[in-house]
């Protein structure tokens, strides 16, 4: 199938599973330096360990139960992007850190959720799952909980009705970080226990997030390696994007700014200037 986009060549980076906030300054490194003209837009896969508890760049802190997730080992951290709160286990993330003058980043958020998201639907296709993009679903402010997974917005995956894939994305001075979450097995309402909440609204939490969200397992009837789905996705992207993928690594340079960074997101707190 022809492309719309020009060609062009992306770095691979497939990763095990890392820390919160190591993997959220990995994400951001790899922009600067992108930026920097350091290295290639990049397609990156990776997991989290021990599971954490990610809140939405300008999500209220409150919105998380620390007493509960110290008490479970749950990390905490702040992403770089918006949304609401996810709770990272047993999934496969992917990141892609491009300019906002790529083609495939035109157009604002919004569109570019749609354009970016193609790789997705390819990916998903290759594993047998038949996945659309959401459309005219999104809730009144009023109505949002503090979970991610608990609607789909603007072209976000889904299958069957519910939810699969959560994204979100933050660009700021001429680029583009978006990054996103397919959960692969496992049980979606966990979550609710590491949110603050009252009792009842938690167990009203649980039932709502197993009617309207879903796992890949769920989608396709058996479980899958983290190996296997990130093959299909890099070859959805590539196919959909019109990419040469290079497998890599961080460089050095992008180790050494990972590893400023990380002393940053160790803290909820940090700020969220606008632009920044």
Same mark, same amino acid.
């Given at each position: 199938?022809?492309?719309? %986009?020009?060609?062009?060549?992306?770095?691979?980076?497939?990763?095990?599973?890392?820390?919160?906030?190591?993997?959220?300054?990995?994400?951001?490194?790899?922009?600067?330096?992108?930026?920097?003209?350091?290295?290639?837009?990049?397609?990156?896969? %990776? /997991?989290?360990?021990?599971? #954490?508890?990610?809140?939405?760049?300008?999500?209220?802190?409150?919105?998380?139960?620390?007493?509960? #997730?110290?008490?479970? !080992?749950?990390?905490?951290?702040?992403?770089?992007?918006?949304?609401?709160?996810?709770?990272? *286990?047993?999934?496969?993330? %992917?990141?892609?850190?491009?300019?906002?003058?790529?083609?495939?980043?035109?157009?604002?958020?919004?569109?570019?959720?749609?354009?970016? @998201?193609?790789?997705?639907?390819?990916?998903?296709?290759?594993? !047998?799952?038949?996945?659309?993009?959401?459309? /005219?679903?999104?809730?009144?402010?009023?109505?949002?909980?503090?979970? #991610?997974?608990?609607?789909?917005?603007? %072209?976000?995956? *889904?299958?069957?009705?519910?939810?699969?894939?959560?994204?979100?994305?933050?660009? @700021?001075? /001429?680029?583009?970080?978006?990054? !996103?979450?397919?959960?692969?097995?496992?049980?979606?309402?966990?979550?609710?226990?590491?949110?603050?909440?009252?009792?009842?609204? =938690?167990?009203?939490?649980?039932?709502?997030?197993?009617? #309207?969200?879903?796992?890949?397992?769920?989608?396709?009837?058996?479980?899958?390696?983290?190996?296997?789905?990130?093959?299909?996705?890099?070859?959805?992207?590539?196919?959909?994007?019109?990419?040469?993928?290079?497998?890599?690594?961080? *460089?050095?340079?992008?180790?050494?700014?990972?590893?400023?960074?990380?002393? =940053?997101?160790?803290?909820?707190?940090?700020?969220?200037?606008?632009?920044?």
């Amino acid at each position: 199938m022809e492309s719309d %986009y020009p060609h062009a060549a992306w770095r691979l980076i497939v990763h095990g599973e890392a820390p919160g906030v190591l993997n959220m300054a990995i994400d951001e490194a790899m922009l600067i330096a992108l930026v920097d003209g350091a290295s290639l837009p990049t397609l990156r896969f %990776y /997991g989290w360990a021990p599971p #954490c508890l990610s809140l939405g760049r300008s999500q209220p802190a409150a919105d998380a139960d620390l007493p509960a #997730c110290r008490a479970a !080992g749950i990390d905490l951290v702040r992403r770089p992007t918006g949304g609401r709160a996810i709770l990272h *286990t047993d999934e496969l993330t %992917y990141s892609v850190a491009l300019l906002s003058s790529d083609p495939r980043a035109a157009g604002g958020v919004v569109e570019s959720y749609r354009r970016l @998201s193609e790789g997705l639907l390819a990916g998903l296709r290759r594993l !047998g799952v038949e996945a659309v993009q959401a459309r /005219g679903r999104r809730k009144p402010a009023s109505d949002l909980t503090a979970i #991610c997974f608990d609607t789909p917005s603007d %072209y976000e995956i *889904t299958a069957g009705g519910r939810k699969l894939i959560g994204s979100a994305q933050w660009r @700021s001075r /001429g680029r583009v970080l978006q990054h !996103g979450t397919l959960p692969l097995h496992g049980d979606l309402s966990r979550i609710v226990a590491y949110l603050s909440m009252p009792g009842a609204e =938690r167990e009203t939490q649980r039932r709502a997030l197993g009617a #309207c969200a879903l796992t890949l397992e769920e989608a396709l009837g058996h479980a899958l390696p983290f190996a296997q789905v990130a093959h299909a996705l890099a070859g959805g992207f590539a196919q959909a994007l019109n990419l040469t993928l290079v497998p890599g690594d961080l *460089t050095d340079y992008e180790r050494a700014l990972a590893g400023d960074l990380r002393r =940053r997101y160790a803290a909820l707190d940090w700020p969220a200037q606008p632009g920044s």
